[in-house]
């Protein structure tokens, strides 16, 4: 019954997010030029319009390449944004540390449902997380990057809308206008359509293969923070983390492929951005894994593990 529950939560879950993602896709970015200050909103001020400032400063110094302001401003922006994922990362590190001792008041309690257990229960869990100082604030840390990540998206969606800004730029990279959707009538097979096209296979592989190296970069990781417990003490991890981890590599696939369409039916900069953002975030995984052997051991020898 409990799993029946669990699994209606997390299908409700996923309908939400990709309702959320077709609005989005749907209602697009104001087509008001990013240099008349005067109609663009809250966001598009204070977020969108500093990045598109970047974007023509960058692309402007560096021999009028839009592709080359692409990426320096992406490496920028995603560098901003790196602090909140080692605090994330960190946070990962310490939930991996409590899961045993977790694993342990769930079972303790198992049979167990009157009222005055699952106060109990409650009470116990909360001190766990007091112990390893995980508040409702790093749960929340991940979407702190978004506004970060959505004002280069919106940037990019509308640079082409902004002539004051891009006339001078050079928009070509290998052939693709940078500037232009793809156009499927009257013709199909155009350097711009298969240009995009690339980019949308090249996205799609990068994400992937992220999202692959992140899964077998926490299994190694955990697996790091149990070293020191006996196999046979080890819980097993429970239905409900196994429909849990099934739930999200399905939710990562299918955000993937979405990620796919936008590219399909966008600027051809969008695919280009990601493109660059993905192998960034990869690289920062690398490096970040580094250091996170050594913080691993740090908090196993703060709290004895």
């Not at 409700?12 to 008001?32: D, K, M, Q, T």
């Not at 110094?61 to 994330?88: N, S």
């Not at 939930?95 to 009222?115: F, G, S, T, V």
């Not at 690398?286 to 703060?302: A, P, Y």
Request: proline share 4%; net charge positive; glycine share 6%.
């Amino acid at each position: 019954m409990e799993t029946r529950k669990f699994r209606k939560k997390i299908i409700n879950v996923v309908i939400l997010l990709i309702f959320v993602f077709v609005l989005a896709g749907c209602s697009g970015p104001n087509e008001n030029p990013l240099s008349d200050w005067s109609a663009l909103n809250f966001f598009e001020k204070f977020f969108v319009y500093p990045v598109g400032i970047l974007l023509k400063t960058f692309s402007k110094l560096l021999g009028g390449y839009y592709a080359l302001g692409i990426l320096i401003t992406t490496i920028i922006v995603r560098t901003i944004g790196w602090p909140i994922y080692a605090k994330t990362n960190d946070m990962s590190l310490k939930m991996q540390l409590m899961q045993p001792e977790m694993n342990k008041i769930q079972e303790k309690y198992a049979d167990r449902n009157d009222p005055e257990s699952q106060r109990m229960m409650q009470f116990e869990m909360a001190g766990l997380y007091r112990k390893y100082k995980i508040g409702l604030g790093g749960c929340l840390l991940p979407f702190l990057q978004f506004p970060i990540f959505m004002s280069i998206f919106y940037a990019i969606q509308m640079m082409p809308n902004t002539p004051a800004w891009t006339a001078d730029l050079n928009s070509k990279f290998l052939g693709v206008d940078l500037f232009a959707t793809a156009s499927w009538k009257p013709e199909f097979f155009t350097a711009q359509n298969i240009g995009i096209i690339v980019l949308a296979l090249l996205v799609t592989a990068t994400q992937v293969l992220s999202q692959i190296l992140m899964l077998k970069r926490q299994k190694r990781m955990q697996n790091k923070s149990q070293e020191n417990i006996p196999e046979y003490r080890r819980a097993a991890q429970t239905q409900q983390q196994t429909q849990m981890q099934r739930t999200t590599q399905i939710m990562m696939y299918v955000l993937t492929g979405m990620m796919a369409l936008f590219v399909l039916r966008s600027p051809a900069a969008l695919g280009l951005y990601w493109l660059i953002g993905n192998t960034y975030s990869t690289i920062q995984a690398i490096i970040n894994e580094k250091f996170s052997g050594r913080r691993l051991m740090q908090l196993k020898e703060k709290h004895r593990l």
